[in-house]
């Protein structure tokens, strides 16, 4: 059974959202997989991360971005001074996995979208990381390309929107990484401009503390993986990984 959206829309707390949705069949997805996977994170942060759909880790687990993905996503919001149950929500555009973990149909998206605006609603977030193409297409328009749109603002209703790379186009193709990392540098930025002033990331110190102590940062960058801007090439486990960017990626 699936609720038209008005009534999704009326809905004000996330659990009775996540049981409605749970009971979703507004599309052919959910007769091919285990489950729903709703959601994860704090349903009160500020920053929401908005992905594609689920793959059959996630399938399996019920929660979004736990296989390699996510465990990559995991270490950019480390990088970032992120906690996952505590700075964001993380969401995706459809909740159901697409069979063979293909893309999801305009038809799927479109009709995934009102649970996704619900949930949207009752974080209402003031920052959204769009993991992808999917995700910017389906939320902001149809026609924009990941490469065009990554790395710049998109302001509307009041709600800050940045596109970046999936973290899965990343692991395929590990050089993308470097522009990735400056994405969510401005992420840390809008963060801390919106949010929270002193919100600590311990790879991008806030710009004043850059500019007072430019001898501490170069002596950090001499020490890999020790000061707060670890070196170009750096992976955050301390393990140099091929193509990584500057925030360790
Ligand atoms: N990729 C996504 O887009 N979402 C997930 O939850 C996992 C992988």
Same mark, same amino acid.
């Given at each position: 059974m699936a609720l038209p959206e008005e009534e999704l829309l009326r809905i004000d707390d996330m659990a009775t959202l996540e049981r409605v949705v749970k009971g979703c069949t507004r599309c052919r997805l959910r007769a091919g997989c285990r489950g729903v996977v709703f959601g994860d994170g704090n /349903?009160? *942060?500020r920053v929401m991360l908005i992905g594609e759909g689920p793959g059959a880790d996630e399938d399996r687990l019920g929660r979004p971005f736990v296989g390699r993905a996510g465990q990559l996503l995991d270490r950019i919001l480390a990088a970032c001074g992120f906690e996952r149950q505590r700075h964001v929500y993380i969401a995706n555009i459809v909740k159901c996995r697409p069979p063979g973990n293909r893309t999801p149909t305009p038809d799927e998206r479109a009709a995934c979208l009102p649970n996704l605006r619900a949930q949207m609603r009752l974080v209402n977030p003031v920052i959204v990381v769009l993991l992808g193409s999917t995700a910017l297409q389906a939320l902001i328009d149809p026609a924009a390309r990941i490469t065009r749109a990554r790395g710049r603002w998109i302001e509307k209703d009041g709600v800050w929107y940045m596109p970046t790379y999936h973290p899965a186009a990343l692991l395929r193709n590990p050089s993308l990484k470097r522009e990735a990392w400056h994405d969510f540098k401005l992420v840390i930025d809008k963060y801390r401009e919106?949010? +929270? /002033? +002193?919100h600590y990331s311990p790879h991008h110190p806030p710009t004043a503390m850059r500019e007072a102590a430019p001898a501490a940062e170069a002596a950090s960058r001499a020490e /890999?993986?020790? =000061?707060?801007m670890p070196a170009p090439?750096? =992976?955050? *486990?301390g393990t140099p990984e091929p193509g990584a960017g500057p925030g360790g990626l």
């Open positions: /349903p009160r *942060a919106l949010v +929270d /002033p +002193d /890999p993986g020790t =000061g707060a090439g750096q =992976g955050l *486990a």
